[in-house]
Structures are given as structure tokens and as C-alpha cells.
């Protein structure tokens, strides 16, 4: 008889850790359900008193709609989650043939000091990789706003890219472990770090840009979005750091499922807990759904319609002025003018719009 194999493969022990995170999930259904109620109940909140939107919390429509907006907060969180935390992939790929991986030399217990340094060590390159290239946009920025384009300024785009890139991946694979020689580095990694930095641009640019808006509307200058553009970097750095971490701590533990849930359960209550995080991500599910998913909408109305003058387009008055839909109740669009800084809103009943569009 062959010897039995004490040890199960990985997608034993994978399917092992699920059906206990599973387990584990359905005897604590009451509390959950309780929980993603009230979280989602804690965002719905925030929205009403941030853009004070008349939706009594307590209405049957708006407790029946708490598991949906859970879910599309789930869904969301998530997806921007995973955005940001693609880059660090690059910590989990094999150095070379021996399987050596920069995360190796993350550990959260203090076992010695030697460990200790080493964990310090890769996240001060991995915080100097996002600050390398965190002042590459900021020049972007202050080159946008006082270059003009052309030519030169093409060629320049792309010789600074090339070189930021190349930065990061030096930066990279001078956090490898101090065993690993750098002949012995696959090309495989090689790419695959040039690739890292690539999207790690990309994620510091979609961050970036609603920030950089935000701010423009109070000053126009470089200099002083500078530390803002620091704070966004620092939580940047958090953010990924944390969450390599996260993920290190949870091979090694019993049941992860567990752990991941009880992650994202208190990730989506300390974002629920800021009023305008909590305001902008619980009224997605209910801006999307009435507005057919348009962020600016406008209104054709129908021939009986009596609307307010504030909401109809001068030049076209069969039509409205760009609108935003903050919600639907009652046979009612809850709207307010897209560029409106005062919280005003207007009750539009379904019978005064022929149809919905898309703003220019």
C-alpha cells in the first residue's frame, strides 16, 4: 500500500478554510444581518444630513432598500479597494526559481529584530516607490498649469515616464531580500516590477484627479496642494501597506474568511463614520438607481408640465438645466442643479418628464 499523504495539497487546504469561513459566517447570520443594517442605515444617515435630502430613514422605501445599498456598498468599497491594491502584487511574485518573494520579509510579530528590520525596511522602499512617484505627478500638475503643450513638452512626458518607471522598479528590487543576488533576479520580475510602476501611476492619477478638483475650487496654486497631495500619498502608502499585511497575516491564519470579513465590516464602519465619505458612497445606490446610473441628467418635459423657472433651461424650455437626481420617492425625482452650491432641492413628479438624458 502507498503511504497515506499527511499533508493536503492547496486546494484542499483552500476549500477546507472556506467551508469553515462559511460555517463560521451562517452561525453568526442574526448578527450580521443586524450589522449590515445598520451600517447600511449609517451611510443612508450620512447622506440625508450631508446633501439634506428630505428621505425620512424610517419610510418602507428606504428600510427595504438598506440591503440593496449594503450590497452596492459592498460592491463599490470593494472595487476601489482592489484598484488601489493591484500594485501590490508585485510583492507576491516569485523573485526567482527558488520562490523568494519581497512579502517574505513582511511580519507583524515581533519575533526578532533582524525580522523586525526587515519588515521596516521593505515598507520604507515601498513608501519611497509611491513618494518617487507622487512628485512625478505633482510636477505634472504644475507643468499643466504653467507649460504650454507642444512638441518638447510631448518628448519630455514621455522621457520623464520612462525614467520615473525605471526609478520605481531600482526602488523595488533594492528591497529584495539581502540573500537574493541580483543576478539571480528572473526578467520575468523585471517586467513584471515595470509593469507595477506603471499601474501604480495610474492609481496615484485616478486619486489624484478628483483631490486636485476638489481643491481648484478654493486656489490654483501648486504649491499649496502640495501637502494635500502628501496626505493623499500617506494614506496611499496606508492603504497598500495595510493591506499587504492583511494579506500575509491571513495565509497563516485558521479561518481568513473570517478575518477578511471582519476587515471589510470595520473598513465600511470607519468610512460610514466620516460625513462626507459616508455621504458620497451611500448616495450612489440611490443616485444611480433613480438617474439610470447618469451622474448629470437632463429632464425633457412633458407638455402639461408646470416646473420651476430655476429648473428650465433658457434657451430650451422644453428642457431643464443640467440636474442631479439625489434620489426618487413617492413618484418624485429629488433633484438639485448639478453646479448648485446651495442645498436647495426641487420635487419633480414623474408625470412632468418625458424623458431622461444624458447631460452634453
Request: aromatic share 8%; with cysteine.
Amino acid at each position: 500500500m502507498e503511504p497515506e499523504n499527511s499533508t493536503p495539497n492547496k486546494v484542499e487546504r483552500y476549500a477546507t478554510q472556506l467551508s469553515n469561513g462559511l460555517l463560521w459566517l451562517n452561525e453568526r447570520a442574526w448578527p450580521l444581518t443586524v450589522g449590515i443594517l445598520s451600517v447600511a442605515g449609517l451611510y443612508l444617515y450620512q447622506y440625508i444630513q450631508v446633501e439634506k435630502v428630505p428621505l425620512s430613514i424610517l419610510s418602507g422605501a428606504a428600510f427595504t432598500a438598506l440591503p440593496a445599498m449594503f450590497a452596492m456598498l459592498v460592491f463599490v468599497i470593494g472595487m476601489m479597494g482592489a484598484s488601489i491594491l493591484i500594485p501590490t502584487f508585485i510583492l507576491f511574485k516569485r523573485l526567482n526559481d527558488a520562490g523568494v518573494r519581497l512579502s517574505d520579509q513582511l511580519n507583524l510579530s515581533a519575533q526578532s529584530p533582524q525580522v523586525t528590520a526587515q519588515h521596516r525596511r521593505l515598507l520604507l522602499h515601498w513608501g519611497a516607490s509611491v513618494i518617487v512617484l507622487g512628485v512625478f505627478w505633482l510636477c505634472a500638475v504644475y507643468l499643466s498649469a504653467n507649460v504650454d503643450s507642444g512638441p518638447l513638452l510631448t518628448t519630455s512626458w514621455i522621457v520623464a515616464i520612462v525614467l520615473v518607471v525605471l526609478a520605481y522598479v531600482w526602488i523595488i528590487i533594492r528591497a529584495r531580500p539581502a540573500h537574493v543576488a541580483l543576478r539571480d533576479i528572473s526578467g520575468e520580475f523585471w517586467m513584471a516590477s515595470a509593469g507595477a510602476g506603471v499601474i501604480q501611476m495610474l492609481v496615484i492619477l485616478i486619486v489624484t484627479v478628483p483631490v486636485s478638483r476638489a481643491f481648484s475650487e478654493y486656489s490654483d496654486s501648486v504649491v499649496l496642494f502640495a501637502p494635500f497631495m502628501a496626505a493623499e500619498l500617506l494614506v496611499l502608502f496606508l492603504i497598500q501597506g495595510s493591506g499587504a499585511c492583511l494579506v500575509v497575516s491571513m495565509n497563516d491564519h485558521k479561518n481568513p474568511v473570517a478575518s477578511a470579513a471582519l476587515a471589510a465590516f470595520t473598513l465600511l464602519i470607519v468610512l460610514g463614520l466620516i460625513p462626507a465619505t459616508g455621504a458620497k458612497l451611500g448616495g450612489m445606490p440611490l443616485q444611480a438607481s433613480a438617474s439610470g446610473g447618469r451622474a448629470c441628467t437632463l429632464m425633457v418635459w412633458s407638455a402639461e408640465a408646470k416646473v420651476p423657472a430655476a429648473l428650465t433651461d433658457a434657451q430650451s424650455p422644453q428642457r431643464s438645466v443640467k440636474l442631479r437626481i439625489l434620489a426618487d420617492s413617492d413618484g418624485s425625482y429629488i433633484v438639485r442643479p448639478s453646479q448648485a452650491k446651495e442645498k436647495t432641492i426641487t420635487f419633480v413628479p414623474h408625470a412632468n418628464v418625458a424623458q431622461l438624458d444624458e447631460c452634453p
